[in-house]
């Protein structure tokens, strides 16, 4: 048994997803980021950490196995990456399987100037995302 999501790049989450029917893409960034700054079209919100205090949800897990039926595959995704490679290790640990991450996100990766959204991530490989 792995200790670490399954590694995916935004297009590649695209691909899996396409041929994967069942399988789930969980966005778990908080909610002021879901609506605000955008987020994959037709995933599942549920925040693993949530402002202003920044706490990890302490029904998160349940709430992802509400959606995991016969052990379908879940795919995290978050800002970055970092967040949803730990909200998977969480989910691991907890005796879940067929758990993937987006290793660059919804905004993707910093470029020299500090930006997000210029180098990789979902938003940058236009992928399909709306925004509230």
């Not at 605000?36 to 402002?51: K, T, V």
Request: glycine share 6%; proline share 7%.
């Amino acid at each position: 048994m792995s200790d670490t999501p399954i590694p995916l790049s935004a297009p590649d989450a695209w691909d899996f997803l396409q041929s994967h029917p069942d399988a789930k893409l969980i966005d778990i960034r908080s909610s002021m980021e879901y609506l605000f700054i955008g987020h994959p079209l037709d995933c599942i919100h549920i925040a693993w950490m949530e402002d202003p205090d920044w706490d990890i949800n302490p029904h998160f897990e349940v709430e992802i196995r509400t959606h995991q039926i016969n052990n379908s595959p879940i795919i995290l995704i978050c800002r970055s990456g970092n967040r949803s490679e730990k909200a998977g290790i969480q989910l691991l640990n907890a005796g879940l399987k067929n758990i993937y991450h987006v290793t660059d996100g919804f905004e993707g990766d910093r470029d020299t100037r500090n930006h997000r959204g210029s180098l990789n991530g979902w938003r940058f490989h236009g992928l399909p995302w709306e925004q509230c």
